[in-house]
């Protein structure tokens, strides 16, 4: 089992960067492939980034890419997404996610283990 929090939200311009961590404990976190999803208010949860195991492979949604970079440090069992070129449309709790793999990375349905969440806020 894997248990993962969230840190690094915050309030920033558009145009600024911020970075958040996904700070994993528990057994394995080079084992499991790892994602970031989005939840706005009054929208569904969404697929932002995911990352392979070893961090050789990375996926982006259409919305994120060329703005975002998802990495993870395996000694750390941490991951992170750094954020550049915020836009208000970026606000949303970001959620980390974990799966032993098997399924498609996009879908939330495909993760295991989620974190509780850390609130993004961009000001226009």
């Known amino acids: 089992q894997v248990q993962l929090v969230e840190s690094g939200g915050g309030l920033v311009q558009a145009g600024d960067s911020l970075r958040v961590s996904c700070a994993a404990s528990g057994r394995l976190f080079s084992a499991y492939v790892m994602g970031w999803f989005r939840q706005a208010p009054g929208k569904e949860r969404e697929f932002v980034a995911a990352i392979s195991w070893s961090g050789d492979r990375t996926y982006y949604a259409d919305s994120v890419k060329g703005r975002f970079t998802i990495s993870r440090d395996n000694a750390k069992n941490t991951m992170y997404l750094q954020m550049n070129s915020l836009k208000p449309e970026d606000a949303a709790v970001y959620y980390c996610?974990?799966?032993?793999?098997?399924?498609?990375?996009?879908?939330?349905?495909?993760?295991?283990?989620w974190g509780q969440g850390t609130q993004v806020t961009v000001s226009s």
């Open positions: 996610a974990a799966t032993p793999g098997g399924g498609d990375y996009y879908r939330d349905r495909s993760y295991y283990y």
